[in-house]
Structure formats: structure tokens, C-alpha cells
T-cell receptor, first 115, second 113 residues
């Protein structure tokens, strides 16, 4: 079965330090990859996506993500974390093969940035 | 700023009541979705629509129903609410060709007593 894994339920970092939120997937073919952020009591917001091309993609709020095909990973990164980055982060994958091309979501990672 | 709106934002009702959660978008998107989000975080697709008069059930079985009579409007209805329906409901839309880029509403938090 196709799946998306976010191995950490929670990530804690100090403000100003780099952050990484991990995502790996098990989806056949060359899927599209996405990151979303959810602030408290809000809906999700699209952050960035990987379709093809450069393995490092840049998105909103200074976030970037690195695609690694051999490891089937798409980790979210930011060089210097802000307290305001504290939120839930969801990785999602859209298959490009087969009949079911709806997004497959990870379970989410709660990021806490400490002052 | 995404132009997708959900009402009500918060709703507390008694068991057995009929409720409709409204979702409207002004972006002309053909694809619309309803997700149910557990208190813990996990997202479950419960309904989707790829155009007017087209609706499908999602991956998670739900007692709710939806309709898509107009492109911009995708309401979700529960005929008889139960405590097990207590959850956060998120509406989203996307345009064909960019259908992994979802625009989400702020959500409707439903509590059934």
C-alpha cells in the first residue's frame, strides 16, 4: 500500500537554530510532493512542492525542502527557526501512476520553536 | 490569501439535530474536498468533487452527504448528528493541473453533545 511517513510526532528546536521536519514515502513512479503548515485553529496552508527539476525547492516563510529520490524522502528545512514557525506540518504525496491520484497525507509533525 | 470560506467556524449542537456545514470558494476551482481532522492531527478525506453534479466518497466512511450544484459551493450535511461526529471539518479546493495545491478554509469545529 502507498504511504507517507513522518517519523517524528514532535520536533523541538531553539529559536535561531536550523530545523528539519522529516518525510519519507512509499509511492510508485514519480509522485508530486508537498508540504503544508497548520497554525492553531486554522486550516492548512500550502508551503511548497516538488514536481521535477532541482532537488532543493524553496517555499513560503523561508522554508525549503530537499528531495532525495534514492531515499524516497522530502525533508522540510529552515536555516534559522522562528518562534512563529511553531505549528503542525504535514507532508503529502500525489501519485502520478494508477487510477488513484488523490493526495496521501502524513500524520503530521508538531514543531515547537523555543525562545 | 485564499478565497475559500467555511461557516460556521464553531458549532455546538445536541444529538439528533440536522446540520449543514457551508463551504464556498471564489477562485473558480473545479475540484473541492472535505476532510475530517482528528483531535490528534490526522487528516481523512471524506468527500470530494471534480465538478458540478459530481461527488464521490473519500477514503474514510462518513455518514455525511455533500452536494455540488454550483462550482463555488460544496456544503456538507449531517442528517442526524451524533457525538461520534464531533471533529474538525476542513474544506479545500484546487484547480485542475495543480490539484496537489489545495487551498483550505479555516475549518468548522463541530461538537455534538
Amino acid at each position: 500500500a502507498q504511504s507517507v511517513a513522518q517519523p517524528e510526532d514532535q520536533v523541538n528546536v531553539a529559536e535561531g537554530n536550523p530545523l528539519t521536519v522529516k518525510c519519507t514515502y512509499s509511492v510508485s513512479g514519480n509522485p508530486y510532493l508537498f508540504w503544508y503548515v497548520q497554525y492553531p485553529n486554522r486550516g492548512l496552508q500550502f508551503l511548497l512542492k516538488y514536481i521535477t527539476g532541482d532537488n532543493l525547492v524553496k517555499g513560503s516563510y523561508g522554508f525549503e525542502a530537499e528531495f532525495n529520490k534514492s531515499q524516497t524522502s522530502f525533508h522540510l528545512k529552515k536555516p534559522s527557526a522562528l518562534v512563529s514557525d511553531s505549528a503542525l506540518y504535514f507532508c503529502a504525496v500525489r501519485p502520478n501512476a494508477g487510477n488513484n491520484r488523490k493526495l496521501i497525507w502524513g500524520l503530521g509533525t508538531s514543531l515547537a520553536v523555543n525562545p | 490569501e485564499a478565497d475559500i470560506y467555511q461557516t460556521p467556524r464553531y458549532l455546538v449542537i445536541g444529538t439528533g439535530k440536522k446540520i449543514t456545514l457551508e463551504c464556498s470558494q471564489t477562485m473558480g476551482h473545479d475540484k473541492m474536498y472535505w476532510y475530517q481532522q482528528d483531535p490528534g492531527m490526522e487528516l481523512h478525506l471524506i468527500h470530494y468533487s471534480y465538478g458540478v453534479n459530481s461527488t464521490e466518497k473519500g477514503d474514510l466512511s462518513s455518514e455525511s452527504t455533500v452536494s455540488r450544484i454550483r462550482t463555488e459551493h460544496f456544503p456538507l450535511t449531517l442528517e442526524s448528528a451524533r457525538p461520534s461526529h464531533t471533529s474538525q471539518y476542513l474544506c479545500a479546493s484546487a484547480t485542475s493541473g495543480r490539484d496537489g495545491e489545495l487551498f483550505f478554509g479555516e475549518g468548522s469545529r463541530l461538537t455534538v453533545l
